[in-house]
Antibody, heavy 120, light 106 residues
C-alpha cells in the first residue's frame, strides 16, 4: 500500500532554514509527480510546490517562491523541501502528497504531516 | 488566482440525513475540481476528482456534480464517520483550496 512518511519538522527561528523529507513506498515513486501542501494551525490547506516525476519541472506558490526548493531523489524514493528565510507565517503542518497519473494536480495519497514552527 | 468559496461554513445534520455541500469558483475551472475529507489530526483524503469521479475505495454515498463555477458534494445518507471538514480544490490554474465546510453532528 502507498505510504508517505514526512520528517524534519521542528522549531526554527525567523530567518532560519529547515529541510523536510518524505519517504515514499508502495508505488513506483519515479513515475509520479509529487507535491508539498501545508496547513497552518486551525486553518485551511495551501499548496506549496510541485515536482515532476523526473525532476525536470518545478513549480511554487507565490508565497514561497525564491525561499523554498523542492527536489527528489528517485534512487532513494524520497522527496525533499528545502525551506530558507523562514517566516512566522510559514508555521504549519507540511504534508507531502502524491499526484494522480499524468500530473493532474490532484492529491490521491498524503503523508501524516510534519509540523514546522517558526518562532523566536 | 482562482478563489474557491465553500458554503455553508458549518452544516449540522444527523446520521442518516442527506448532506449537500457547495463550492463556487471565482472563474470557470471546467470540471477540474476535487473534494477532500479531513478528520481531526489526520491528513486529507481524496473523495472526488474531475467534479464527479469517485476516488479509489470511496463509498457510493459520496457523489459530486457541477461544472464551470458551481459544484456540489452530496452525501446521500450520513454515516457517523462522515462528520469531518470537507475541502474543494481546483487544478485549472495552480492548485487552490476552498476554506472548508465543517460537517457536524446535530
Amino acid at each position: 500500500q502507498v505510504q508517505l512518511v514526512e520528517s524534519g519538522g521542528g522549531v526554527v527561528q525567523p530567518g532560519g532554514s529547515l529541510r523536510l523529507s518524505c519517504a515514499a513506498s508502495g508505488f513506483t515513486f519515479s513515475s509520479y509527480g509529487m507535491h508539498w501542501v501545508r496547513q497552518a494551525p486551525g486553518k485551511g490547506l495551501e499548496w506549496v510546490a510541485f515536482i515532476r516525476y523526473d525532476g525536470s519541472n518545478k513549480y511554487y506558490a507565490d508565497s514561497v517562491k525564491g525561499r523554498f526548493t523542492i527536489s527528489r531523489d528517485n534512487s532513494k524514493n524520497t522527496l525533499y523541501l528545502q525551506m530558507n528565510s523562514l517566516r512566522a507565517e510559514d508555521t504549519a503542518v507540511y504534508y507531502c502528497a502524491k499526484d494522480t497519473p499524468d500530473d493532474r494536480y490532484y492529491f490521491d495519497y498524503w503523508g501524516q504531516g510534519t509540523l514546522v514552527t517558526v518562532s523566536s | 488566482e482562482i478563489v474557491l468559496t465553500q458554503s455553508p461554513a458549518t452544516l449540522s445534520l444527523s446520521p442518516g440525513e442527506r448532506a449537500t455541500l457547495s463550492c463556487r469558483a471565482s472563474q470557470s475551472v471546467s470540471s477540474y475540481l476535487a473534494w477532500y475529507q479531513q478528520k481531526p489530526g489526520q491528513a486529507p483524503r481524496l473523495l472526488i476528482y474531475d467534479a464527479s469521479n469517485r476516488a479509489t475505495g470511496i463509498p457510493a454515498r459520496f457523489s459530486g456534480s457541477g461544472s464551470g463555477t458551481d459544484f456540489t458534494l452530496t452525501i446521500s445518507s450520513l454515516e457517523p464517520e462522515d462528520f469531518a471538514v470537507y475541502y474543494c480544490q481546483q487544478r485549472s490554474n495552480w492548485p487552490t483550496f476552498g476554506q472548508g465546510t465543517k460537517l457536524e453532528i446535530k
